[in-house]
């Protein structure tokens, strides 16, 4: 999967969580998810949750913890992604 | 002599009218909201029939953000909060983003059980060792705090928010406890109300019970029956209703609209002795409880024009009657009007004081009184004690002065509130 799908995909997925708009309309790889996208933390582990039905991955606890921008995100997917 | 209190907003989720305006129209036509459910025969209920209010995905949408919806299961919560806005909205209050929240209003919204849909997805998944799959709403939506939590942060309460739990005492208990906030000058405004969700997990206890009608499956209209010879046990309902008391003078000030004045109340328990029980009423308490409702408002048996009793459609409806009589003092002919909104709506449990109480209020605003439905042939023990033209079976266009309004519950729990039409 191109990283550009992965990161058109994860916008899809974090949009009703975004409380600011600006941030939203920013988005890329350097984006926060609790700072620039305003997300209230509780809902990170829905994300989380999001993230694996569409990707059809596990994200465990010790990935998550380090799940704080957009990018770190996008590394994740890659990495549990199947290869080839 | 505390503050006067007032209501000056209402709102009403019921299964036979979702919304002010439409309940009031089911009142005065004396609509059921009681209905057969497919689900309930499948899973061998002896009662299949309940009452739910019907949410269309439009009223959703209006009182809940896109995010709120995702994955909200909890029926109570969702009709707690579309009787909780409207009744906000409905009182001419506005929604505040402002960083601070309004400390003088606060909410005590309470429930029975609350979320049970969503806590049994939450225990599938737990039982498949899914537990980090339950998402982030699971405690919300299943803490019987919910409601008043969901309706705090929407409104932005900043006084006392809280839920209380009296089984079918509930929405009767919350309205006291708010207007003695105010009356004692802790609140200028409470949020007060009820909610309680529906389906075959909140019922199938009663129905195990054997105490719910199970001859009316393929008449469901016909089954709720409160004060008639052929009542057959209670018709299990759900839905909410939600009323703002307001400090008079703050209401004045604001020139809200006051649709009553409630005078004042009593809450009690007959501590399981006597007739009391886990599930029957102690008669001493009842009385007493009636009696010092009077007493709290300053007034006199006499001076009440109409009853809204808890009347469930059980045998116990003639008791109830019996406890009435003994506390006013009153018999025969010069025993006031009385209806049960049961024979509509079933029993909503935890949200029926609620629900009731808009109903009580509105018949005092608009000018009637709603007929008893299904109650053609009186019982004979009521009709020993009070005229039949105390039981109107059709609606009456009357002016009521004062009101009162009494529910009891599980626990041997009581409470009787006064509403009085509002006179400066």
Known sequence: MSEKEILTRLKKIVEPYVQSLEGLQNFKEETDFLNDLQINSANLVDVILDVEDEFNIEIDNDSMEGMLTVGDAKAIIQRKLPQG | ??????????????????????????????????????????????????????ISEEILNRYFTPLQLRGLKSSGIIYGVISGTEAWEDAGLKISKEESPDWDTGIIFGTGILGVDKFREAIHLIDEGKTRRLGSTSVVQTMASGISAYLGGILGCGNQVTTNSSACTTGTEALLMGFERIQ?????????????DHGPYVWGGFDAMRILPNKFNK??????KPMSREAAGFVPGSGAGALVLEDLEVALERGAKIYAEVLGGDINSGGQRGEGSMTAANN?????????????????????DAVNGHLTATTKDAVEIMNWTEALKLKGGSFPFINSLKGMTGHCLSASGSIESVASVLQISNNFIFGNLNCEEIHPEISDLISHKCIPTTMLEKKINILAKASFGFGDVNAVAIFKRYKA
């Open chain 2, 1 to 54: 002599m505390g503050k006067r209190v007032v209501i000056t907003g209402m709102g009403v989720a019921a299964p036979n009218g979702v919304g002010l305006e439409n309940f009031n129209s089911s009142l005065k036509a004396m609509k059921s909201g009681i209905q057969f459910f497919p689900e309930l025969e499948k899973l061998k209920f002896s009662c299949q029939i309940g009452g739910k209010p019907e």
């Open chain 2, 184 to 196: 004692t000058g802790k609140a200028k405004r409470m949020l007060v109300g009820s909610c309680g």
């Open chain 2, 219 to 224: 008449e469901p209209e016909n089954a709720s």
């Open chain 2, 284 to 304: 001493e308490a009842v009385v007493r409880c009636i009696q010092k409702a009077i007493k709290n408002s300053g007034i006199t048996a006499d001076k009440i």
